[in-house]
T-cell receptor, first 113, second 111 residues
Framework: NAGVTQTPKFQVLKTGQSMTLQCAQD?????MYWYRQDPGMGLRLIYY???????DKGEVPNGYNVSRLNKREFSLRLESAAPSQTSVYFC????????????FGSGTQLSVL | QKEVEQNSGPLSVPEGAIASLNCTYS??????FFWYRQYSGKSPELIMF????GDKEDGRFTAQLNKASQYVSLLIRDSQPSDSATYLC???????????FGKGTKLSVIP
């Protein structure tokens, strides 16, 4: 019973490099989310997918792209990483359409040098 | 811009005492309110939710909501050292798919 699985757990990038964060959930949830968490800033929504085939911007989408590959998987891509994207990234899924009761993955600690 | 405000703490309480965590929100249209617990280095975990004015109890936890005052709180009775964590208040966006999170209150329960 894995819940929400994120990979990788840690990543160091150089400025300008690209990478994709992977997320998969096995709870048959329709909605999936990507958040970032920075000290003193709280959790901020980057992108979300209310259902398979749809994606929408959250509060801080600039510099990111997402793909809802199927109902289970939702990936986050950084095309050209910047130091401002150094953060902890959490994927989450929700059993409710409005995304209130979130189940979070274990997080990815990303450092961009 | 929807805002959710929490005292960052740290809030220190002795073991066995009641811990009171507070949160105010700006959007009068919000209908759903959540408390997440986050241990250091871990992901947030939902512990309470409340939709109606008044109190909701679950074990040692009580969530209180006052929509007129735009205020939601979390009481932890008989606090234990294992309750030491950061508590995040989250509020829905009046029908949107986005929760707005507060910055969290760090609670420390002293043995």
């Amino acid at each position: 019973n894995a819940g929400v699985t994120q990979t990788p757990k840690f990543q160091v990038l150089k400025t300008g490099q690209s990478m994709t964060l992977q997320c998969a959930q096995d709870m048959n949830h329709n909605s999936m989310y990507w958040y970032r968490q920075d000290p003193g800033m709280g959790l901020r929504l980057i992108y979300y997918s209310a259902s398979e085939g749809t994606t929408d911007k959250g509060e801080v989408p600039n510099g990111y792209n997402v793909s809802r590959l199927n109902k289970r998987e939702f990936s986050l891509r950084l095309e050209s990483a910047a130091p401002s994207q150094t953060s902890v990234y959490f994927c989450a899924s929700s059993e409710t359409p409005l995304g209130e009761k979130l189940f979070f993955g274990s997080g990815t600690q990303l450092s961009v040098l | 811009q929807k805002e959710v405000e929490q005292n960052s703490g740290p809030l220190s309480v002795p073991e066995g005492a009641i811990a009171s965590l507070n949160c105010t929100y700006s959007d009068r249209g919000s209908q759903s309110f959540f408390w997440y617990r986050q241990y250091s280095g871990k992901s947030p975990e939902l512990i309470m939710f409340i939709y109606s004015n008044g109190d909701k109890e679950d074990g040692r936890f009580t969530a209180q909501l006052n929509k007129a005052s735009q205020y939601v709180s979390l009481l932890i009775r008989d606090s234990q050292p294992s309750d030491s964590a950061t508590y995040l208040c989250a509020v829905d966006g009046a029908g949107s798919y986005q929760l707005t999170f507060g910055k969290g209150t760090k609670l420390s329960v002293i043995p």
